[in-house]
């Protein structure tokens, strides 16, 4: 690990907490060059809802390359991007009935957010805009305004501004309204709040902590939106394509968001992908004035209209999420209540939060030293997130759950750290 450690920018982050060195992946499993095996219930932080070289995407892009099908080619029309363009269209607008354009912003996530925000803007001719406590929505300057995370927000070296935060939804606690509060302050015109051109939100704020946007506040918000005439735009970066269980994160809440960011697992493969999507009557962009190198990433079109066929013909996948979801939900349930802990989440994205902030990290490091990669999340890491590939045989997940539940209890055995 020595050129990692001397060569390798200090920025570096999840290989603190994961120190060794991956060579190999398949499904759920993580190998490192020494042959130990390791169980993910990271999944790439989202990016790897499939697991890893799923076989049918992988033989789709060696297909593609052994072919010499197009790789980079700007946006220019691809056979890649057309069949993309189909399989997106059938399998996950029409059936839903929505009415989305698709735009290409640059191939990650950060790229989706500022699209969407100077869509907004554009539309609106408003600058402000409202996000959310623990929000999460990426590291370049406009994204970066709308994260709350101070560590993040530190690295900027310059005023973030255009962006008021709001209480997201339960951020006083359950009983205080969140909504009446937002309410209040867009109808008094002397509040200070400068008329948003969009709310952005998360409907589960993964990096935040595991936060779940109730069917109720998600909808008011959205009805609160309309009434004021702003903008509703969903991050569903790293909750959509399945993680929750639906491929939207907001399908359960009929809600119609105006704009929609989608990355992280879109390729399906690990493959940097991004796509912004609006209602058409916000397509107000001229022709080249969002632009970027890296729109039209031919291999990552190829896996994700894979995956697409493969995982959205039919309504199985949900329905593994959902039997997932519960196994997780009752090992989590087991070890709160062997100590000051909360269990939530929504579908393969639960966490269980810590009173004592220290114990979520102390966990995660007695997993990984025991085979399971598992992350830390919320504003003092004191939130264990479980996000396995949604596909997890149920082998694995148990064998995962049990390596958690053992972690779990070496720790609660051992005395605290000072
Ligand atoms: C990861 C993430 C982003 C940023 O995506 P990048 O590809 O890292 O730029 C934005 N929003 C949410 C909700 C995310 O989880």
């Known amino acids: 690990?020595?050129?990692?450690?001397?060569?390798?920018?200090?920025?570096?982050?999840?290989?603190?907490?994961?120190?060794?060195?991956?060579?190999?992946?398949?499904?759920?499993?993580?190998?490192?060059?020494?042959?130990?095996?390791?169980?993910?219930?990271f999944a790439g932080a989202g990016s790897l809802n499939y697991g890893h070289n799923h076989p049918l995407l992988k033989g789709a892009l060696l297909e593609y390359l052994t072919a010499d099908g197009v790789v980079h080619a700007l946006d220019m029309y691809t056979v890649a991007k057309r069949r993309f363009l189909?399989?997106?269209?059938?399998?996950?607008?029409?059936?839903?009935s929505l009415e989305y354009r698709v735009m290409f912003p640059g191939p990650t996530g950060t790229n989706a957010v500022e699209s969407a925000l100077k869509i907004a803007r554009k539309v609106t001719g408003r600058q402000n805009v409202i996000s959310f406590t623990n929000g999460f929505h990426g590291m370049t300057l406009g994204?970066?305004?709308?994260?709350?995370?101070?560590?993040?927000?530190?690295?900027?070296?310059?005023?973030?501004?255009?962006?008021?935060?709001?209480?997201?939804?339960?951020?006083?606690?359950?009983?205080?309204?969140?909504?009446?509060?937002?309410e209040q302050y867009l109808h008094d015109n002397s509040s200070g709040l400068d008329l948003p051109a969009a709310f952005i939100i998360e409907t589960v704020?993964?990096?935040?902590?595991?936060?779940i946007g109730s069917r109720a506040w998600l909808q008011e918000l959205s009805l609160l939106a309309k009434r004021f005439g702003i903008l509703l735009i969903v991050d569903d970066i790293q909750v959509g394509c399945g993680?929750?269980?639906?491929?939207?994160?907001?399908?359960?809440?009929?809600?119609?968001?105006?704009?929609?960011?989608?990355?992280?697992s879109l390729s399906g493969y690990g493959l940097p992908m991004a796509l912004t999507l609006m209602?058409?009557?916000?397509?107000?962009?001229?022709?080249?004035?969002?632009?970027?190198?890296?729109?039209?990433?031919?291999?990552?079109?190829?896996?994700?209209e894979a995956a697409l066929q493969a995982f959205w013909k039919t309504s199985e996948l949900t329905e593994t999420v959902n039997r997932n979801a519960r196994l997780i939900r009752d090992t989590l349930l087991d070890l709160a209540s062997g100590c000051d802990a909360q269990v939530r989440g929504r579908g393969l994205i639960q966490g269980?939060?810590?009173?004592?902030?220290?114990?979520?990290?102390?966990?995660?490091?007695?997993?990984?030293?025991?085979?399971?990669?598992?992350?830390?999340?919320?504003?003092?890491?004191e939130v264990l997130k479980t996000l396995p590939p949604l596909n997890i045989s149920e082998q694995e997940l148990q064998a995962g759950l049990e390596i958690l539940s053992d972690s779990c209890q070496s720790i609660m055995n051992q005395p605290a750290l000072v």
């Open 352 to 381: 269980i939060q810590f009173a004592d902030a220290q114990l979520a990290g102390r966990i995660s490091r007695a997993a990984f030293e025991r085979g399971l990669l598992i992350e830390t999340s919320g504003p003092s890491d």
């Open 279 to 304: 209602k058409p009557e916000y397509d107000v962009f001229q022709p080249g004035e969002h632009n970027g190198t890296f729109r039209g990433h031919n291999a990552a079109f190829v896996t994700a």
């Open 243 to 264: 993680r929750t269980g639906p491929f939207f994160s907001f399908e359960p809440f009929e809600m119609q968001p105006d704009i929609v960011c989608l990355s992280k």
């Open 1 to 41: 690990m020595e050129i990692f450690e001397r060569l390798e920018s200090n920025v570096r982050g999840y290989c603190r907490s994961f120190p060794t060195v991956f060579a190999t992946a398949t499904g759920a499993t993580l190998t490192d060059e020494s042959g130990q095996d390791y169980i993910d219930f």
């Open 86 to 96: 189909e399989s997106f269209e059938q399998l996950i607008l029409q059936p839903r």
């Open 143 to 182: 994204a970066l305004a709308l994260t709350g995370n101070g560590g993040k927000r530190a690295g900027a070296g310059v005023p973030l501004t255009n962006v008021t935060h709001m209480p997201f939804c339960d951020y006083f606690d359950t009983e205080t309204s969140t909504i009446t509060i937002l």
């Open 205 to 211: 704020q993964a990096e935040g902590g595991v936060n």
